[in-house]
Nanobody, 116 residues
Framework: QVQVVDSGGGLVQPGGSLRLSCVAS????????MGWSRRIPGKDRELVAQ???????NYGDFVKGRFTVARDNAKNTLTLQMNNLRPDDTAIYYC??????????WGQGTQVTVSS
């Protein structure tokens, strides 16, 4: 059994910053990929960022250098530093961990609202 717990969302003004945190526990191997996705109301869920165990990171096109993902393999934690937030970043952000090709476990989600 694998559990994922994400946190750190909240209300922030445009141009502000938030830091999301995630911790995974359970039977996790050394090849697990961890990442963040988000769901904007009325749209499909989209990838925000992901990181391999070796530290290779990929970001959604909309990130444009504003977000940074970081990982601690020993603790199975993943953080997402989000800067210069915009109203269209408002969404529920979900942390996930993928084991092998198909087994993906999701956190419960954390709401991020960017509004003045």
């Amino acid at each position: 059994q694998v559990q994922v717990v994400d946190s750190g969302g909240g209300l922030v003004q445009p141009g502000g910053s938030l830091r999301l945190s995630c911790v995974a526990s359970g039977r996790i191997d050394n090849w697990a990929v961890m990442g963040w996705s988000r769901r904007i109301p009325g749209k499909d869920r989209e990838l925000v960022a992901q990181m391999t165990p070796s530290g290779t990171a990929n970001y959604g096109d909309f990130v444009k250098g504003r977000f940074t993902v970081a990982r601690d393999n020993a603790k199975n934690t993943l953080t997402l530093q989000m800067n210069n937030l915009r109203p269209d970043d408002t969404a529920i952000y979900y942390c996930w961990i993928r084991l092998g090709a198909t087994r993906k476990y999701w956190g419960q989600g954390t709401q991020v609202t960017v509004s003045s």
